[in-house]
């Protein structure tokens, strides 16, 4: 199965061309590689709230990715406001894959507990956010890559919840 997927960046700098996006970069190569995933959509939004959601919307409504991997806005910062959007379109909540990824990323560093990344379903979609930084997207999403084209089938209604259980 080829998972259709969606990134999307929040940065005030990435959206104005002052910063690389290399966390996306990152994004893109390990879902190619390690799930075969098919970039769909890929933009760069500044920390807006109201932004952030109509890209998520747009992602999933339109261009029906089955998986949106977003970057940046989750930590403490006054613009980082990623998690609530995301919380705002969301039909279902994921907590198990945020709280791996947090807990993986405790044994790195103790930081990791400050992530305020959340993982939810809207729709047919599988919506996870990433750290900002390229080695806190690399270890987050390897933390769970394994999984995720089961939970892509659940979610996508291809394969029963219980399906190849041990």
């Known amino acids: 199965m080829k998972w259709k997927v969606a990134i999307l960046t929040a940065s005030d700098k990435g959206s104005r061309?002052?910063?690389?996006?290399?966390?996306?970069?990152?994004i893109r190569e390990l879902v190619e590689e390690e799930i075969g995933g098919e970039i769909v959509d890929y933009r760069i939004v500044p920390d807006e709230q109201d932004e952030i959601m109509a890209a998520l919307i747009e992602m999933t409504d339109y261009y029906k990715a089955d998986l949106v991997l977003t970057t940046g806005g989750t930590g403490l910062g006054p613009r980082d406001v990623t998690p609530?959007?995301?919380?705002?379109?969301?039909?279902?909540l994921v907590p198990g894959i945020?709280?791996?990824?947090?807990?993986?990323?405790?044994?790195?560093?103790?930081?990791?507990?400050?992530?305020r990344g959340v993982s939810v379903i809207r729709d047919r979609s599988l919506i996870i956010n990433l750290p900002g930084s390229p080695k806190g997207v690399q270890e987050s999403l390897m933390s769970v890559i394994d999984q995720l084209?089961?939970?892509?089938?659940?979610?996508?209604?291809?394969?029963g919840e219980h399906a190849n259980e041990r």
Do not use: C, F, W
């Not at 609530?84 to 279902?92: P, Q, S």
């Not at 945020?98 to 992530?115: I, Q």
């Not at 084209?149 to 394969?159: K, T």
């Open 84 to 92: 609530e959007a995301t919380l705002k379109v969301a039909d279902r």
């Open 98 to 115: 945020s709280e791996v990824m947090r807990m993986n990323g405790m044994s790195r560093t103790r930081r990791a507990m400050l992530s």
């Open 149 to 159: 084209p089961h939970a892509l089938g659940i979610v996508s209604g291809q394969v």
């Open 17 to 26: 061309g002052e910063r690389e996006d290399t966390s996306a970069q990152v």
